[in-house]
């Protein structure tokens, strides 16, 4: 069904906690009031596991509005600790979280339910008036030819024009697929998840690391309030043997099963009780395969005149061992809503895209590398953890684990995550670019003399000219000589 209404200036494909981050920071500092199409049918409370939030993404929610983020850390739970430990409860490093937020003792890193996490979102979506539509799954994104518009299909057959398309729509993009389909593939890295969420507090304050060489596995534990905690068990798992049919949410009797296997495995390598008891009472079971785009995108925004941009997991999907997946998607929709501020916004609600292609240059130019390094750490922190599972490199690797901790106050892996300013990074980038174009306006200006110079006096090489370019030219020659 053909779209006959005037098209919205910007649509957000999906509404996850990018999606509503970035609807939020749009309205906030921009001014502009997106539409947000989501495929679910809705938001169900008491659903899925948890996640971590970090001083860098915690910073981002402040900025858009410091009651939302005291809504975020109301619904979750302080770390205060890192713990990194043996099966059996060994502990070999514990460090202060305090570090990670040293600079803003506000931003403190929490564990948190996420569909608390996206229902605080959700309402502050519905506060500020965003539309956001449920059972509207994209499916094409087409370019017109004769203006600047772009038709976003949906799976029920209607369809919508947009001058602006963000695609936040998680690690299986359509909006990448159509964008940038063809030139990745989305690889298994051959670790198998298990998390669940219990009712069942932990005994001890803080995150948790517990690694096993019997197990062969890595897991972490982290409460996500004062009666309930999140876990998650790593196991590698070979490609062939990973049953991808099963990945996703489990009902309630296979996550009981599948857990209840793992902690008899547990009991029988002797892990400490505290361990095992949470999997006795688990709850929303889910079971994910990390995968990652091989190779990742070399590029973000695409289009004609580069105006669907990709935010999050969409453009970049994450191993979550250093907690910075989603907190890498709220710092790309900080970064690119200033962006868009400072470049293509004269007054709030007034967005024009006469800059579009300097911001979004921009916005590619920051976070492209930025998020590639932080995927690097990630990687490095899951290597180091399993070779806490191997007999053959434990004890090197618990050594170095503590001197890192003790020179660093916390592994080191961490602080390039989470003590990141996005705003600061943005202000420096806009100096830069203003700086580089009243170079090039006075090199513009200086060429443009030149060439006054040229038709009064001629073609002649001036003394004091630093170059031939800088000869007296006949601005008529230079514009036949282009
Ligand atoms: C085990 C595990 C632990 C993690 N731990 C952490 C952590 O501690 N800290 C952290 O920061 N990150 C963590 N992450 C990563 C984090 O979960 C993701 O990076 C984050 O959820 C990405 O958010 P997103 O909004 O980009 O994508 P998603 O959360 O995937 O949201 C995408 C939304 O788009 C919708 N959608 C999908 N397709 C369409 C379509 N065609 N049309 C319309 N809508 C569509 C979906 O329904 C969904 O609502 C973890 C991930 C895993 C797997």
Not at 116 to 136: C, T
Not at 289 to 301: D, I, Q
Not at 324 to 335: F, H, I
Not at 375 to 385: V, W
Request: net charge negative; with cysteine.
């Amino acid at each position: 069904m053909e779209d006959q209404s005037e098209p919205c200036q910007c649509l957000i494909a999906g509404g996850g906690i990018v999606g509503l981050v970035l609807a939020l920071a749009l309205k906030k500092h921009v001014g502009i009031t997106a539409e947000v199409y989501e495929r679910a049918e809705g938001f169900a409370d008491d659903v899925g596991a948890a996640l971590g939030m970090y001083a860098n993404g915690l910073r981002v929610l402040r900025d858009i509005d410091p009651k939302l983020m005291e809504a975020i850390k109301d619904a979750g739970r302080p770390y205060g600790y890192r713990r990194w430990e043996r099966h059996d409860g060994t502990e070999i490093a514990v460090a202060s979280e305090d570090v990670l937020s040293a600079d803003d003792s506000e931003l403190c890193s929490l564990g948190i339910r996420r569909w608390r996490l996206q229902k605080a979102l959700y309402n502050a979506v519905k506060d500020a008036g965003i539309p956001l539509h449920f059972s509207k799954g994209i499916s094409n994104v087409i370019e017109r030819d004769d203006d600047d518009r772009i038709q976003v299909v949906f799976a029920d057959g209607t369809s919508r024009y947009t001058e602006l398309l963000f695609g936040a729509d998680g690690g299986k993009s359509a909006v990448r697929e159509t964008v940038a389909g063809g030139t990745y593939e989305i690889k298994y890295t051959g670790v198998t998840c298990l998390m669940g969420m219990s009712d069942c507090p932990s005994p001890q304050e803080g995150i948790s690391f517990p690694t096993s060489e019997q197990t062969q596995c890595h897991a972490v534990y982290f409460p996500t309030g004062t009666d309930e905690q999140c876990f998650q068990i790593h196991i590698p798992t070979k490609e062939d043997e990973a049953d991808k049919t099963n990945w996703g949410n489990l009902s309630a009797v296979e996550g009981q099963e599948e857990f209840a296997r793992v902690a008899e495995t547990m009991k029988k390598d002797g892990w400490h009780q505290r361990y095992i008891d949470p999997l006795h009472r688990v709850e929303h079971a889910v079971k994910v395969g990390f995968c990652l785009l091989n190779p990742k995108l070399e590029r973000w925004v695409y289009g004609k005149n580069r105006r669907i941009i990709l935010v999050g997991d969409a453009a970049h999907p994450p191993v979550p061992y250093v907690g910075q997946g989603a907190q890498m998607g709220v710092e790309d929709v900080g970064t690119l809503t200033l962006l868009l501020q400072n470049l293509c916004c004269s007054a709030p609600g007034n967005l024009d895209f006469k800059r579009l292609d300097e911001a979004t240059k921009l916005y590619e130019k920051l976070r492209i590398p930025r998020v590639a390094m932080i995927l690097d750490c990630s990687q490095q922190l899951g290597k180091l953890q399993e070779s806490r599972t191997k007999t053959s490199d434990c004890g090197l690797s618990e050594l170095l684990l503590q001197g890192e901790v003790m020179l660093n106050d916390t592994l080191p892996v961490m602080f390039p995550g989470a003590t990141y300013n996005y705003r600061v990074e943005v202000a420096d980038a806009i100096t830069d670019l203003e700086e580089l174009r009243a170079k090039l306006d006075d090199r513009n200006a200086f060429e443009d003399l030149m060439a006054r110079a040229g038709d009064i006096f001629g073609e002649y090489e001036h003394p004091l000219a630093p170059s031939s370019t800088h000869s007296f030219r006949p601005a008529t020659a230079v514009r036949t000589a282009h």
